[in-house]
């Protein structure tokens, strides 16, 4: 039994979930997300090898879509292999695919769970650290960023809207960080409503979600253009570096 209070995270103690098997539908390209790259590397690849250069990190489970499975073993093979990725067939939705990885994870001596998309490659190492301490500590624990802009919502037939006060909303963000059992006790419980994150899961189950205020420009590949964003980040944190 691990002593969360007082013992430091062990080296391989939390297993990362990494899905990637989305329809990228948005990103409106011929293939799918998975196979496009920023700065010559795959997106889920970068977003793996941040996971693996955490000591924490032991099993990395990364979820695929089983109509893209083939061409992506055969374009991949030697970085899943280089990054120690087992992979599994995702879902329909995203809780499908999470939960196809958490259901494959088999290593006893893991006891946390990291779930970071694939599409989020530019996650820093200092935000990696924050969000898995917290973790350690609370069972339970998200980097998100405090909303920019101001939201509406749209309350009326005739698209009347009303101002929603943004000063205690956030967007989430990942790796998104649980106790094992605790995530799993949540995907148990889920019986299929929609969720769009895996605190949410946790919430309904009535345990407390901490969130870590991580970095803003940790962004989701979702369209085309986001990768000349991304280009431009990366090359911020490659100098930085
Ligand atoms: O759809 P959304 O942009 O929220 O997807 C976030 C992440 O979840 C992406 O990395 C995507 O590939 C993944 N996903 C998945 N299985 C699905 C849908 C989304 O693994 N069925």
Known sequence: MHDFEHSPPTPGCTAAIIPAAGSGERFGDARNKIFATLAGQPIWFHAASRLRARAEVGPIV???????????????????????????????????SVGAALDAIADDSVVMVAVHDGARPLVTDGDLAAVFAAAWHSRAAILATPVAGTIKRDVGYGRKSVTIDRRDLWTALTPQVFHLGLLKEAYRKHNGRPATDDAQLVERIGHDVVLVRGAADNLKITFPEDLLVAEAILARQTNHA
């Open 62 to 96: 990364m979820a695929v879509a089983e109509a893209d499975r083939k061409a992506f073993e055969a374009e991949f093979a030697p970085l899943v292999e280089q990054l120690g990725i087992q992979l599994v067939n995702g879902g329909a939705v995203r809780t499908d």
